[in-house]
């Protein structure tokens, strides 16, 4: 599996992206999907998984309520909605794609190149 990770961008406080993990395969639907950031200094930290079948985890208190996952198997794409994006968000953001892991760790066996969220106060 290829994962192609978009949408970031520049943004200010309080605005919204829509980051996007298209997938190339037609089993993209068997596979669990994470996404990770990291901040410049920082080290990688895991946002939110989806499973294949849709359900959503969010590992960090600070985006819970912000950041929606979503999946679109017809389109092999999931989708990571950002809404009152704070400069904190900042980061490269990740997508991952493992058949059966998914959780917080860096243990997902396929990863996208990143894309840069940028949020300016």
């Known amino acids: 599996v290829q994962l192609q990770a978009s949408g970031g961008g520049l943004v200010q406080a309080g605005g919204s992206l829509r980051l996007s993990c298209a997938a190339s395969?037609?089993?993209?639907?068997?596979?669990?999907v994470g996404w990770f950031r990291q901040a410049p200094g920082k080290e990688r930290e895991a946002v939110a998984a989806?499973?294949?079948?849709?359900?959503?985890?969010y590992y960090k208190d600070a985006v819970k309520g912000r950041f929606t996952l979503s999946r679109d198997n017809a389109k092999n794409t999931v989708y990571l909605q950002m809404n009152s994006l704070k400069p904190e968000d900042t980061a490269v953001y990740y997508c991952?794609?493992?058949?059966?892991?998914?959780?917080?760790?860096?243990?997902?066996?396929?990863w996208g190149q990143g894309t840069q969220v940028t949020v300016s106060s």
């Open positions: 395969g037609r089993t993209f639907s068997s596979y669990n």
């Open positions: 989806i499973t294949r079948s849709g359900f959503s985890e």
């Open positions: 991952a794609a493992d058949l059966s892991y998914i959780g917080p760790s860096g243990r997902y066996e396929y």
